[in-house]
T-cell receptor
Framework: EAQVTQNPRYLITVTGKKLTVTCSQN?????MSWYRQDPGLGLRQIYY???????DKGDVPEGYKVSRKEKRNFPLILESPSPNQTSLYFC???????????FGSGTRLTVV | QKEVEQNSGPLSVPEGAIASLNCTYS??????FFWYRQYSGKSPELIMS????GDKEDGRFTAQLNKASQYVSLLIRDSQPSDSATYLC??????????FGAGTRLTVKP
């Protein structure tokens, strides 16, 4: 089944403890992206990648890192999470720069 | 000015009616426009893509694009309670980045 897989689905962590949210797609998509969604603020892009080893900042990159070493994987790293990073996170991918994104199921992160 | 503007709603229509959702965007060079449906607590689901001026129909859904007016709309005919969701308008910007509106919440009342 063609899909974008994120893990974990739910995560509660403490301030300052490094964490990684994994994202993998099996559709041979070139483009991948991370968004966060907060009530009243909609979907805001964190980082996106147009191909292996090519990444760029979105609207809210502060406090996040990404890497694209393989085409299928695009992990999101929070080196030192803070409570303001509590949010619902979505990974998404698309075949090209003109197609719509396919979204993963989301990761609900709580930082205490 | 926001890049993508949508009426946040909520929009309420009776079952069987036509729901009309509207969106304006600021990027004059964008070529790709999308409508997503998002149920509460779920991920956005792509329901329509449109690339050319005019109408595109898919079942009960019709997307309309007017690039000169920088306007895109979504009509849902014969609305059903299962259509109750938040609808997100989006476009691919000139750097191929995807921009989303804040969404319009639709409620279809039985």
């Amino acid at each position: 089944e063609a899909q974008v897989t994120q893990n974990p689905r739910y995560l509660i962590t403490v301030t300052g403890k490094k964490l990684t949210v994994t994202c993998s797609q099996n559709m041979n998509h070139e483009y991948m992206s991370w968004y966060r969604q907060d009530p009243g603020l909609g979907l805001r892009q964190i980082y996106y990648s147009m191909n292996v080893e090519v990444t760029d900042k979105g609207d809210v990159p502060e406090g996040y890192k990404v890497s694209r070493k393989e085409k299928r994987n695009f992990p999101l790293i929070l080196e030192s999470p803070s409570p303001n990073q509590t949010s619902l996170y979505f990974c998404a991918s698309s075949f090209s720069g003109v197609d719509g994104y396919t979204f993963g199921s989301g990761t609900r992160l709580t930082v205490v | 000015q926001k890049e993508v503007e949508q009426n946040s709603g909520p929009l309420s229509v009776p079952e069987g009616a036509i729901a009309s959702l509207n969106c304006t965007y600021s990027d004059r060079v964008s070529q790709s426009f999308f409508w997503y449906r998002q149920y509460s607590g779920k991920s956005p689901e792509l329901i329509m893509s449109i690339y050319s001026n005019g109408d595109k129909e898919d079942g009960r859904f019709t997307a309309q694009l007017n690039k000169a007016s920088q306007y895109v709309s979504l009509l849902i005919r014969d609305s059903q309670p299962s259509d109750s969701a938040t609808y997100l308008c989006a476009f691919r910007a000139n750097n191929n980045d995807m921009r989303f509106g804040a969404g319009t919440r639709l409620t279809v009342k039985p």
